[in-house]
């Protein structure tokens, strides 16, 4: 029995739908937005779904564009609206929907419709990930836009914080549609003028430049001189400092002009909330694409990943969380990943260990001494896990910003860059 999700603001339209479409044997799934629309389709992964394209949180386009670009359409769509038009259907299409229903639906033009879409061949292309799929997220939003900035006006831009699977998401977020790409960490020999021609007007990838040998070296060197007169992009990425490759041998001016243009990719530090999001796109991802076995994340889980300090450090980035849910993905045994299995996998926290060892000092002392003791590592450990943000820390502490400066500096709590602006 098909699983059909009819997708749409109206309870009048979800009921009508759904009363038509049980009466011939289906099996129907209402969600009355595109919140309850991306639970639905993760959890039972349907075999259609009626779209509307007019919704209050999400429109029903951005929302057909979002599994597209996260590689999660794999089920035929049909878009419906009592406000369509051919460029709203023709913009449908392009983003992968199989047909489009106007409002209001005539009964037989309903079911004719179903009956195709049905037999329409899901896209069998594994869509690559981009940040378009990650858009609900602002800090995302602002990363993507920062990106594309620096790339529309350099044809060399250096990717610093991440390297293979999170870096690929980024530069596949630049790629022209249809246009030629070239992970060039793949190519052991001596590249040449023709290929680059052939790749005019794509993107070249390095995934690690700390990985490359002397060759794949100087096969960079070779593409950089070239990328604009061939209107090529480079998308270089590294977690080491370009000093380090320096210290490895590498050609001065090559690293020169890989370093003119950067972009840091962003720490997830004082992003909490949107990690839960971000780790089920992820994991979607890895699911879609064979990498690991069907797998869902229980509540706890998520809960678990958007309350351990582990992200709030500085150097956490969004290259650890893709490593760690991948790691979920591969290792836990069960379909729902459980909060033991995030607990599992999780770094430790040397912090909390040493600053949970230190508190037992304190029962020795004067009730005075073990209280400001105490005060000291109760800031010290919160403004560690809120990144320095002193707004936080004071909502959190539940203390006046005048008054906890006065008692930061009253226990000699040491305030970096951030916490002092």
Same mark, same amino acid.
């Given at each position: 029995?098909a #699983?059909?999700l009819?997708?749409?603001?109206e309870?009048?339209?979800?009921?009508?739908?759904s009363? #038509?479409?049980?009466?011939?044997?289906y099996?129907?799934?209402?969600?009355?937005?595109a919140?309850a629309?991306?639970r639905?389709?993760?959890e039972?992964?349907?075999d259609l779904?009626l779209?509307?394209?007019w919704m209050?949180?999400t429109d029903?386009?951005?929302?057909?564009?979002?599994?597209?670009?996260?590689?999660?359409l794999?089920?035929?769509v049909?878009?419906?609206?009592?406000?369509?038009?051919?460029?709203?259907?023709?913009?449908?299409t392009? $983003?992968?929907?199989c047909d489009?229903?106007?409002? &209001?639906?005539a009964?037989q033009k309903l079911l004719?419709?179903?009956q195709?879409a049905?037999k329409?061949?899901a896209?069998?292309?594994? +869509?690559?990930?981009?940040?378009?799929?990650?858009?609900?997220?602002p $800090?995302v939003? !602002?990363?993507k836009?920062r990106?594309?900035?620096?790339?529309a006006k350099?044809?060399?831009?250096?990717?610093k914080?991440?390297i293979g699977?999170m870096?690929?998401i980024c530069?596949?977020t630049?790629?022209p549609?249809?246009a030629?790409?070239?992970?060039?960490s793949?190519? %052991?020999?001596?590249?040449?003028?023709?290929?680059l021609e052939?790749l005019?007007?794509g993107l #070249?990838?390095v995934?690690?430049?700390?990985? @490359?040998?002397?060759?794949?070296?100087?096969n960079?060197?070779?593409?950089v001189d =070239?990328?604009?007169?061939?209107?090529l992009?480079?998308?270089?990425?590294?977690?080491?400092p @370009?000093a380090a490759l320096?210290?490895?041998? *590498?050609?001065?001016?090559?690293?020169?002009?890989?370093?003119?243009v *950067?972009?840091a990719l &962003?720490a997830l530090n004082?992003h909490?909330d949107?990690? &839960?999001e971000i780790?089920?796109?992820?994991?979607?991802?890895?699911?879609?694409?064979? !990498?690991?076995?069907p797998r869902r $994340?229980s %509540?706890?889980?998520l809960?678990a990943?958007?309350?351990?300090p *582990?992200?709030?450090?500085?150097e956490?980035?969004w290259?650890? +969380?893709?490593?760690?849910?991948r790691?979920?993905?591969?290792t836990?045994l069960?379909?729902?990943?459980?909060?033991?299995?995030?607990? =599992?996998v999780?770094?430790g926290?040397?912090?909390?260990g040493?600053e949970?060892?230190? @508190?037992?000092?304190?029962l020795?002392? &004067?009730l005075?001494?073990a209280?400001?003791a105490?005060?000291?590592?109760y $800031?010290?450990?919160?403004?560690r +896990?809120e990144?320095?943000?002193?707004?936080k820390?004071?909502e959190?502490s539940?203390?006046?910003?005048?008054?906890?400066?006065?008692?930061?500096k009253? +226990?000699?709590?040491?305030l970096?860059?951030?916490?002092?602006e």
């Open positions: 029995m #699983i059909i009819v997708v749409d603001d309870v009048g339209i979800r009921e009508l739908l009363e #038509i479409l049980i009466d011939e044997g099996d129907v799934r209402l969600a009355e937005n919140t629309a991306r639905v389709r993760g039972l992964r349907p779904v779209l509307d394209i209050p949180d029903g386009i951005s929302l057909l564009k979002e599994w597209y670009a996260g590689g999660q794999t089920m035929p049909v878009m419906m609206s009592g406000h369509g038009t051919i460029d709203t259907a023709v913009e449908a392009r $983003f992968g929907a489009f229903l106007e409002k &209001p639906i009964l004719s419709t179903v195709k049905l329409h061949d896209p069998t292309q594994r +869509l690559p990930l981009t940040l378009e799929a990650f858009a609900r997220s $800090f939003k !602002e990363f836009r990106l594309e900035q620096a790339a350099s044809p060399a831009l250096l990717l914080g991440a699977g870096a690929e530069a596949r630049l790629k549609p249809r030629p790409w070239l992970d060039l793949t190519v %052991t020999s001596a590249l040449t003028q023709e290929m052939k005019g007007g #070249i990838f995934p690690d430049l700390s990985a @490359l040998g002397k060759m794949q070296q100087m960079l060197a070779f593409a =070239r990328l604009e007169k061939l209107n992009q480079l998308v270089a990425a590294t977690v080491s @370009l320096n210290d490895m041998g *590498w050609d001065t001016k090559l690293l020169a002009k890989l370093g003119e *950067w972009v &962003p004082g909490a949107e990690v &839960p780790a089920t796109l992820l994991l979607a991802n890895f699911v879609e694409r064979g !990498e690991v076995q $994340f %509540t706890g889980a809960n990943l958007r309350t351990q *582990w992200q709030h450090r500085p956490a980035s290259s650890d +969380l893709y490593a760690l849910v790691n979920l993905g591969l836990a069960d379909e729902e990943i459980s909060t033991e299995d995030v607990q =599992r999780l770094p926290d040397e912090n909390s040493r949970l060892a230190s @508190l037992l000092p304190l020795d002392q &004067p005075r001494e209280r400001d105490f005060e000291k590592l $800031f010290e450990h919160h403004l +896990l990144g320095g943000n002193m707004t820390l004071a959190r539940g203390l006046e910003r005048t008054h906890l400066y006065r008692k930061l009253q +226990l000699d709590v040491k970096g860059r951030r916490s002092e």
